[in-house]
């Protein structure tokens, strides 16, 4: 592995400054306050304004509505978008959805009008995979597709459909033949959330974000949203799930860990941390001065390097547990001053301590639990066999 520095030619550096320039104008106080105050994970301004450059597909060629730009380009861009906080939780499930549609959507017309759709910002998808009572087994999911004719009619819920409220499509995993065993009788579909019977109601999490439940009471889906052939939506589900879970081949300049979007939101919290320890009490100490304190923090920052460092989706469970961690250790070690809501006199950081610590919670089931990572794993890192737990199901010759 080369972790040698990516030397950039003059054209990269220019990029470079345009694209600081440009989220230095349009990621404005408003847009983070309008985040913080929804947890939408998106900005409409935002998302045409980067749309407008071809920015949401940025290797996508010029005429196909991207910005022709090449992979170091495009790795300065997404380093820009974390270091601005662009909110883009919707323009990721959109990018995961539409690597599908685009292999399995059967209607040409329909696919067009999707990928213009996705690249100048109109059409945006989120990921309909959860049922209420069905935790992380995608595969046992049970909202009902019954066919009619040239259309299917849907029924049953989704939760944790995150980014609906900002979508014009989600990516279902529907239930269309209960007879078959559960990973055969799938039929995935692209189904447009303005279609009659289907409702939208938020969910609000202790990390502050918006998720949703959504509910499908009779819709009807024209036969040329279905995504693949009919009890093969497992075919269709595995190429965004294995991107979700670090099981794709990823790029060379992408993040060693797959759990660096999580370990972005300590930064802020120890860098708050840092302040704290250096600012004078009104006797002239500072907590730094204390070497507990100072090996404490060292200890936070051995481990969130450490968790940087795990690759894959080893790094998606250390990302996670480190955050939980650490976040926890920054609070006990700042105390009641790591707690205060913006606007309150004393506040650190613009709150980012006590936000990291809520957000934390949340990172165990996000993209999959670190149950299923702590599988994948066993099963395809280390090669271990599939357990096999006391009153599991027992598939028998037929008795002679």
Not at 49 to 58: E, N
Not at 80 to 87: A, D, F, R, S, T
Not at 162 to 186: M, S
Not at 364 to 380: K, L, M, S, W
């Amino acid at each position: 592995m080369d972790f040698g520095l990516v030397e950039l030619t003059p054209a990269q550096q220019a990029f470079q400054r345009e694209a600081r320039a440009f989220f230095d104008e349009i990621v404005t106080d408003e847009v983070l306050e309008e985040e913080r105050e929804t947890g939408a994970g998106f900005n409409l301004d935002v998302h045409l304004a980067l749309a407008a450059r071809g920015w949401l597909t940025p290797e996508w060629p010029v005429g196909e509505g991207g910005a022709g730009l090449d992979p170091v380009c495009c790795r300065i861009l997404h380093l820009e978008l974390v270091y601005h906080q662009v909110p883009r939780v919707t323009a990721a499930t959109t990018r995961l959805v539409w690597q599908a549609a685009e292999r399995y959507l059967a209607d040409p017309r329909l696919r067009a009008e999707v990928k213009a759709g996705v690249a100048n910002g109109t059409v945006r998808m989120c990921l309909g995979y959860t049922d209420p009572d069905g935790g992380s087994d995608v595969a046992g999911a049970r909202l009902k597709a019954v066919r009619d004719g040239d259309e299917w009619v849907l029924n049953g819920a989704k939760t944790f459909t995150t980014g609906a409220q900002n979508c014009q499509y989600t990516f279902l995993v529907t239930r269309t033949d209960p007879e078959r065993p559960k990973h055969r009788g799938l039929t995935m579909f692209l189904v447009p959330l303005d279609s009659p019977g289907v409702e939208i109601q938020a969910i609000r999490t202790f990390g502050g974000e918006r998720t949703n439940m959504v509910y499908y009471d009779g819709v009807r889906v024209a036969d040329r949203y279905r995504l693949g052939e009919v009890n093969e939506g497992w075919t269709v589900l595995r190429g965004p799930l294995d991107e979700e879970h670090g099981m794709a081949a990823r790029d060379r300049l992408a993040d060693l860990s797959m759990g660096q979007g999580f370990l972005r939101t300590l930064e802020p919290a120890f860098a708050a941390a840092l302040t704290w320890a250096a600012t004078p009490a009104a006797d002239g100490t500072r907590p730094a001065d204390d070497p507990a304190v100072l090996a404490r923090l060292g200890q936070i920052a051995t481990g969130y390097e450490a968790a940087l460092g795990t690759p894959g989706p080893m790094g998606r469970v250390k990302g996670a547990e480190t955050l939980i961690a650490k976040s926890a250790e920054l609070i006990d070690l700042v105390g009641p001053q790591a707690v205060l809501q913006p606007g309150a006199p004393g506040l650190l950081g613009d709150g980012a301590l006590d936000f990291a610590h809520r957000f934390a919670q949340g990172t165990t089931i996000y993209g999959g639990t670190v149950e299923v990572f702590r599988n994948i794993i066993a099963q395809h890192v280390l090669k271990l066999p599939r357990p096999s737990y006391p009153g599991a199901k027992q598939f028998l010759g037929r008795p002679r």
